[in-house]
């Protein structure tokens, strides 16, 4: 089945303690990229990844970090996570048709 | 920057009641649009997409949108709305070459 995962799919942690978001595709696409999504402003995108290597920011990416070592990982990676990181994080990726594919979602809190 | 604008927070439709989101996007080229639902606790799903060629697109669900260049509207229409329709809608937009630009949301309760 084609899909977009990513885990875990809640996370309660503390201020200041490194966590990684992961997300994996199956099929085969090039695009990827990280949203958040909050009460009142929608999703707004954190960073994405036109291919292997190559990622750049999204409209709010501070405090976030990616990487993109294969084509189908997409980590996203919280070095000191705040409490207002706290929300609810999509992963996805892209086909040719510009259509957009998204995984379940990460559901963050930080205290 | 481009924009997505959904004018309403909230929306409540009697079910069986006729239904239309609004959307309006910020000028630029030609757009790709996208209309998607969010149903408590879930993911986002895709209704329904507009590329190119005939402005009035069919979705799942038997939600159709028509893209208005005129009026740089994507409005979202359900002729009959069910109890299950209750969701949040979201509109989407590109913005560049990859980047997705959504709006803020219209969460719609449907009234028995």
């Known amino acids: 089945e084609a899909q977009v995962t990513q885990n875990p799919r809640y996370l309660i942690t503390v201020t200041g303690k490194k966590l990684t978001v992961t997300c994996s595709q199956n099929?085969?696409?090039?695009?990827m990229s990280w949203y958040r999504q909050d009460p009142g402003l929608g999703l707004r995108q954190i960073y994405y990844?036109?291919?292997?290597?190559?990622?750049d920011k999204g409209d709010v990416p501070e405090g976030y970090k990616v990487s993109r070592k294969e084509k189908r990982n997409f980590p996203l990676i919280l070095e000191s996570p705040s409490p207002n990181q706290t929300s609810l994080y999509f992963c996805a990726s892209k086909d040719s048709h510009n259509e957009q594919f998204f995984g379940p979602g990460t559901r963050l809190t930080v205290l | 920057a481009q924009s997505v604008t959904q004018p309403d927070i909230h929306i409540t439709v009697s079910e069986g009641a006729s239904l239309e989101l609004r959307c309006n996007y910020s000028y630029g080229a030609t757009p790709y649009l996208f209309w998607y639902v969010q149903s408590p606790g879930q993911g986002l799903q895709l209704l329904l997409k507009?590329?190119?060629?005939?402005?009035l697109v069919q979705g799942i669900k038997g939600f159709e949108a028509e893209f208005k260049r005129s009026q740089s509207s994507f409005n979202l229409r359900k002729p009959s709305v069910h109890w299950s329709d209750a969701a949040e809608y979201f509109c989407a937009r590109n913005s560049g070459y990859s980047t997705l630009t959504f709006g803020k949301g219209t969460m719609l309760l449907v009234s028995p």
């Open positions: 990844s036109m291919n292997v290597e190559v990622t």
């Open positions: 099929m085969n696409h090039e695009y």
């Open positions: 507009y590329f190119s060629g005939d402005t």
